[in-house]
């Protein structure tokens, strides 16, 4: 679990941000998906991955995200575009406080498969041998 912050290559037009798989994300990336309109109090995730590795970015507006590996759970904010978050599988992750404006990229080193996922925390506490 890290925060990266990655270089802004702005000028006077604007910015931009680069980001390339096995090289800025620890992994190949497979899948792209993104979280926004969500509605106020609503958290979202609350699962996690057997194999698959995640990086969150706050593209816009912002939103918490609490990793939990079974032993300790830390609070990240998210809430700067260049600023981003790799969750690593078997951590149970859980988006929350999102700003009614965020739209939040997820990068993911797996294709979608539902039976990657762990959805029950008491299942989770059991993988990871917490
Ligand atoms: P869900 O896992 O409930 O989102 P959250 O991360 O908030 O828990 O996903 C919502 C729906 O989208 C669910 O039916 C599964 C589907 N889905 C895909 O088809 N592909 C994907 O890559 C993802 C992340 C979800």
């Known amino acids: 679990m890290s925060i990266i912050k990655h270089r802004i290559l ?3 037009r604007g910015q931009l941000v680069a980001i390339e798989g096995q090289k800025d994300v620890p992994f190949e990336v497979k899948r792209v998906f993104y979280i926004y309109g969500t509605q106020l109090g609503v958290p979202r995730g609350q699962h ?3 194999k698959t590795q995640q990086y969150l970015i706050a593209l816009n507006g912002s939103c918490k995200v609490t990793l939990d590996d079974g032993k300790k ?3 990240y904010d998210l809430n700067q575009p260049n600023i981003g978050l790799l969750q690593d599988a078997l951590v149970w992750g859980t988006m929350h406080d999102f700003t009614p ?4 990229l ?3 080193s797996e294709h979608y498969d539902e039976a990657d ?3 029950n925390y008491d299942d989770f506490l059991k993988v990871v041998g917490a």
């Open 10 to 12: 702005g000028d006077h």
């Open 48 to 50: 996690s991955h057997h």
């Open 73 to 75: 759970k830390i609070t």
């Open 101 to 104: 404006d965020c739209v939040l």
């Open 106 to 108: 997820v990068l993911a």
């Open 117 to 119: 996922y762990i959805r």
